[in-house]
């Protein structure tokens, strides 16, 4: 099975601020990758598939990057908005995995 | 609109069984694999169990395998989990969603395995 690591699994973050967060594949995965956003009480929402492709109606200030083992989600200027736990997730191989999260609130 | 809508959750007790579905509107349904993904009372996501837009492959988690069995009904536009032999470490909230990059999530249903 292949594992997903992420990093950090918290940060505190000010408004405004760039933001960035690292996702780490046990082996491979090309770059069939996706990001998603959660917020409590709420179901997961797409923001990123294949490591870079923007995901329609999500706004261009997320951005992500990588191919191979190494991806990054980079959200550019930090909204009130996007206060909420990030999860990185393979669909190259099965079982499909998921990151462990990385929450991200206000400082 | 793509939409997906479970249904099915609720209490039941170890060693129960219990079968979830999954309606979705919007899209032409046969034409995408569909996944369950369940996470539990404040930890993470997990992928559960998918299956082709044929319905021809399936494929599950270790936690669940023997256990669990994925179907859809492409006329009925509708995905099931059919889930035997549930335990205490099954309680989550089941999500259905769209394709292997999981490009849309229903709102989840909740299940609640408790003696």
């Known amino acids: 099975d292949i594992q997903m690591t992420q990093s950090p699994s918290s940060l505190s973050a000010s408004v405004g601020d760039r933001v960035t967060i690292t996702c780490r594949a046990s082996?491979?995965?090309?770059?069939?990758l996706a990001w998603f956003q959660q917020k409590p009480g709420k179901a997961p929402k797409s923001l990123i598939y294949a490591a870079s492709s923007l995901q329609s109606g999500v706004p261009s200030k997320f951005s992500g990057s990588g191919s191979g083992t190494d991806f990054t989600l980079t959200i550019s200027s930090l909204q009130p908005e996007d206060f909420a736990t990030y999860y990185c997730q393979q669909y190259n191989s099965y079982p499909l995995t998921f990151g462990p999260g990385t929450r991200v609130d206000i400082k | 609109e793509v939409q997906l809508l479970e249904s099915g959750g609720g209490l039941v007790q170890p060693g129960e069984s219990l079968r979830l579905s999954c309606a979705a509107s919007?899209?032409?349904?046969?034409?995408?694999?569909m996944h369950w993904v369940r996470q539990a009372p404040g930890k993470g996501l997990e992928w559960v169990s998918g299956i082709t837009g044929s319905g021809g492959s399936t494929y599950y988690a270790d936690s669940v395998k023997g256990r669990f069995t994925v179907s859809r009904d492409n006329p009925k536009n509708t995905l099931y989990l059919q889930m035997n032999s549930l335990r205490a470490e099954d309680a989550a909230i089941y999500y259905c969603?769209?394709?292997?990059?999981?490009?849309?999530w229903g709102e989840g249903t909740t299940v609640t395995v408790s003696s």
């Open positions: 969603a769209k394709r292997g990059y999981m490009d849309v």
């Open positions: 082996q491979g995965i090309s770059n069939n």
């Open positions: 919007g899209f032409t349904f046969s034409t995408y694999d």
